[in-house]
């Protein structure tokens, strides 16, 4: 069984502009991770729980929607691009919080990307004895195309 460090894990964001039903080209994304200590997968699932009669009456859970989303933590840097676009969305709101979100997998397997909104923005945060705190929640606004890779 091969294990990978999370730092493997790639994070990107670029611009969304328009309908957001075409991503750019690969270069115009941003890598976000530069001071960045920890990203939690935070997706959210809603299920129903339901027992039947054609079983033993057990309860069987189904996932009926999902919103698959990202908590970053780390320190502030203004002079990283990926960071500074999303501070600059801080008091925005509606489309003007919406990225595209690419993310490649550890192994490099495997790649998604789909359009993203940005919310729980810190862009500067914290004790006086401490570097500034940065910190986003970016949630994918449907179902990321998914890509495997060679």
Known sequence: MARNKNALREHFIAPLTG?????????A?????K???SIT??????TDTTGFYDGDGSPETTVINLAVAFDFEGFYDPTDA????IANMQLLTGDARRVWHRVVS?????EWVGPATVSAIVAGSGAAT?????????TY??????TLTP
């Open 41 to 46: 997968n935070s997706t959210d699932e809603e």
């Open 35 to 37: 001071y960045i200590e």
């Open 130 to 138: 401490e570097d500034e705190a940065f910190s986003c929640t970016i």
């Open 29 to 33: 994304f941003l890598p976000l991770a």
């Open 19 to 27: 309908a957001g039903t075409t991503p750019p080209a690969n270069a």
């Open 141 to 146: 606004n449907r179902r990321p195309t998914e």
């Open 106 to 110: 550890a192994d490099r397997s495997r």
């Open 82 to 85: 990926a960071q500074l676009l």
